[in-house]
């Protein structure tokens, strides 16, 4: 526990910004730019951002829209000068981002270009200096949906992936709707692929589909116009949706591999995953099933963790057990909203087995049928039904694992579960983040827990808990999405929802995890209007501070944009090369101007 020594990133929380600012705050004595925007040229050769004039052929090689997870890995050897960034593309929002006159299909085909993830080189003068990303580097990739991914575990070749595009059951075109995800100490990233759903008509009629929000009617953007696979419907693509809603990993160091998708992790809207290596030497990983009412997940690999060989450590995630969790609360006096009379939110719990040794745990399932139908498999043996269970991590100074569920606004609405001690509002709007202690090693299926905190604006909700913290001394906070750790111990949440909450910008926050402060929530800086913040990344050692700034102004329209971030166009003027009078979603680099 001595890491939680001193903060190296000192700043002055910002007051909560309105909702309606069209502008990256930050705290005093720091400033902002953008490390890489949305239509940013990534290969030689690549044509300049053109707004009016996007083509499919130009964002294949330009970066993406709408990023989620972001980390930055320096290159080794390079004192420090030359990094790699990793980012993934969620979603487009095609209404702000197409002139109206340009045709269907173009709209299809530069939108699907947009999404998928990227790795782009960044370089530096020196460590006091902001990065900017090196176009044409060797390292740099478009990961696109016709990139192929390897399926790994048990699903792989099995008859429930097989389509007629893929007989073995073993390569899958495509990532889709990627959201948070995780660094492995390996140095590959792990990426969520959560609402994948969305990208297909499917019959919509037996019990998985059902429970994975698959519907006959058109998809959003339509793409199963152009490619029969995003229509479950058709013969020989029954399969195809079984092949997305899984962990992908990518190496960023090698720009030639395959990329996977872990069948073991299970099959479901992954948020993201997070891993640590137990003391027994196996990987962990954490993924929360971001929906209402869903599962917490937890993974333990089946082989160990071996130094520096990492080959070996990328087939980690390839052969382990699946559990579930199930949270118990110690307050029999529990009341909605209420601090129990123990003073705290906690309880015992534990992790289910769904596959345990390669043999399924759930009743009439196989071990296929478990990874490729988890929810199904999950409903079988009881588990805590959570409030939205976004990023999940482990703090690696602790073990204790922190959970963010955003909100639930279902909770205790009609005949929906009602608030209990893990999660406990009904009609949840601002969230809460749970804390939990493995009873041992990592791998441990016991576990005790308690909330670290349930969000909200204390000055209007009489409701809120920092850990017994004043409430008076918080920055408000409401629906935490993504998670991230300092190089001290602290936690920091971005958030996503809060204007529809306590009517404030999103932004990251830095929380104290020990000692007196436990609980203090300090907001670091606030994203631009209808902004979510995203992948944030904390370089406090060289007081840096990078996120996501996703759909910012996704309420305006193409012709009445909300936002003009990041490049800030006047009204009337003309935008320099490769700018844009538009809201473009971008990696920012947050850091002092004293440096
Ligand atoms: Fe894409 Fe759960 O947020
Ligand atoms: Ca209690
Ligand atoms: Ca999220
Ligand atoms: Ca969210």
Known sequence: ????????????????????????????????????????????????????????????????YNCDYTDILEIPNTKGRRAVLFANHEYTNDGIMFPPSMPAADVRAVGQAAHGLSVVELERKNKNKPWTYVKGAPLNRRLLNNTVYELTGPAAGSELVKTVKDRDGRFIKGTLGNCAGGTTPWGTILSGEENFNGYFRSPGTSAYDKRYGLTDKATARQWEIDDERFDTRKPGYENEANRFGYI???????????????????????????????????????????????????????DKYIEGNRQHNMTLLSAGNLYVARFTGNSADFKASEVPADGAFDGTGEWLALVENGVSAVPEMTVEQVLVYTRVAADKVGPTKMDRAEDVEPSLHTGKVYVACTNNSNRGVGSNEAANEVNPRNENRDGHIVEITETGDQTSTAFTWNLLMVCGDPATDKFTYFSGFPVDKVSPISCPDNLAFDSVGNLWISTDGAPAGIGKADGLFKVTLEGAERGK???????????????????????????AVQHPGEEGSFEKQSSFFPDYVKEGATPARGEARAPRPSVIQVFRTDA
């Open 521 to 547: 929530v300090e907001q670091f800086l606030a994203v631009p209007k209808e902004g979510e913040t995203c992948g944030p990344i904390i370089h406090d050692d060289e007081r840096t501070v990078f996120v």
């Open 248 to 302: 992908v990993e990518v190496d960023p160091f090698d720009p030639t591999s395959t990329p996977k998708k872990h069948s073991s992790l299970g099959r479901f809207k992954h948020e993201g995953a997070n891993v640590i290596i137990a003391e027994s030497g196996h990987v962990v990983a954490y993924s929360g099933d971001d929906e209402r009412f869903d599962y917490l997940y937890k993974f333990v690999s089946k």
């Open 1 to 64: 526990k001595e890491g939680f020594a001193k903060a190296k990133l000192k700043f002055t929380p910002i007051a909560p910004v309105d909702a309606a600012v069209d502008a990256v705050t930050v705290p005093e004595g720091f400033t902002w730019q953008p490390v890489i925007r949305w239509g940013d040229p990534i290969f030689n050769g690549a044509p300049d951002f053109d707004l009016n004039n996007q083509t499919a052929a130009a964002q294949e090689k330009q970066f993406g």
